[in-house]
């Protein structure tokens, strides 16, 4: 797939979007938190005290349910590179996360 570097948006719009090309945009998204959330030290750090709500499993499944744990043990469980092979299906709620 091309790829461009922030394009102007009449190139944009005439070269992928009226011609429903697929193209990934680059450079345009600069968001701190990105970067941040990738360190997950840091998220532990700055929100491990925290209680998140978790869906676990699937909407469709008989056992899927809701539960809460602390954020440190949600990196530790499912985002550490130890836990990537874990095939479960839990994930965050929708949750805004604020720092102490």
Known sequence: MKRLHLPDIKTFKREYFDCDQPVVITGCCTWEALEKWKDLTWLRETFGHRFIPLEMGLHAESSWHEA??????????????????????????TFTVRPA
């Open 68 to 93: 809460v744990m602390t954020m440190r043990d949600f990196v530790t469980k499912y985002l550490e590179p130890s836990a990537a092979s874990d095939k479960s299906k839990e994930h965050l709620s």
